[in-house]
């Protein structure tokens, strides 16, 4: 089983977004795919409700989860039992870590929604990564917030891996608003200072569009969605899924 984390320090950057549409694409070719939102807010349990088949809490306390032996996207979601993961981090992280091991036959792929906040959840979706996506919106806080979550990736390899490395996939600018000079040189600053961890330093970008935010209320992928603004989220956010899955399955599980 291959598992993406995809992390940031900072709300509202389109993790959840994200993280849902990478779920649906690897799904689409029969592939298992397995997502868990870390995240006690559930917004990607609200949009992946019909796959779900257990809670993520069950993955730090028990009980043990039964999975199922289907292809599509199959939900362990997210709620405010996760809130209690800190209070207990030792016992939850090595417990997490040994439940996603007892599901690794069981899925091809593994999507990791994180919350915003570092914390034990994070601690634990890095310690089980195969890889890091890093989505950023182009705002001064969540560009200081890069080498802080560079720094954290390092801790967990370091203490929780026996130095084993997390395949840095790369920074994603997401929510990009094209007409904003201010935007535009956010871009050109972060090409500037962090151009080698960009995933797509030709200028790919995820930019601010009505569909994305339409296709999590329908829960539906936003290319199945046949409105002209879909269709051009659509054919954007694909291009930036096939990198991720070729990156995926050129690793070791």
């Known amino acids: ?110 999507v990791l929604d994180t919350p915003p906040t570092w914390g034990g959840r994070n601690y634990a979706a890095l310690m089980v990564a195969s890889c890091l996506l890093a989505p950023i919106d182009l705002e001064t806080y969540a560009l200081q917030g890069v080498r802080q979550l560079l720094a954290q990736k390092a801790a967990v390899e370091r203490q929780a891996r026996q130095g084993r490395p997390i395949d840095f996939l790369g920074l994603l600018p997401s929510r990009f608003q094209s007409q904003s000079p201010r935007q535009r040189q956010s871009l050109a600053d972060l090409l500037r200072a962090e151009g080698s961890r960009v995933m797509f330093p030709e200028f790919g970008v995820l930019t601010q569009r009505q569909g994305y935010a339409e296709a999590l209320d329908l829960k539906a992928p936003v290319w199945t969605i046949r409105k002209t603004a879909a269709q051009d989220a659509g054919r954007e956010i694909r291009k930036v899924l096939a990198t991720i899955k070729a990156r995926l399955d050129g690793i070791p599980a």
């Open 1 to 110: 089983m291959k598992v993406l984390a995809i992390n940031n320090q900072k709300g509202g950057v389109g993790k959840t977004m994200l993280a849902v549409h990478v779920a649906w694409y690897l799904a689409e070719n029969g592939a298992r795919v397995l997502c868990v939102d870390l995240d006690p807010q559930g917004n990607a349990s609200f949009t992946l409700a019909a796959g779900q088949f257990g809670d993520a809490r069950q993955l730090f306390f028990g009980p043990a989860i039964c999975p199922p032996n289907a292809p599509g996207v199959h939900l362990l979601a997210g709620d405010r039992g996760l809130d209690a993961v800190d209070f207990r981090l030792q016992e939850a992280v090595l417990e997490f870590r040994g439940a996603m091991a007892g599901l690794a036959p069981h899925f091809d792929y593994a």
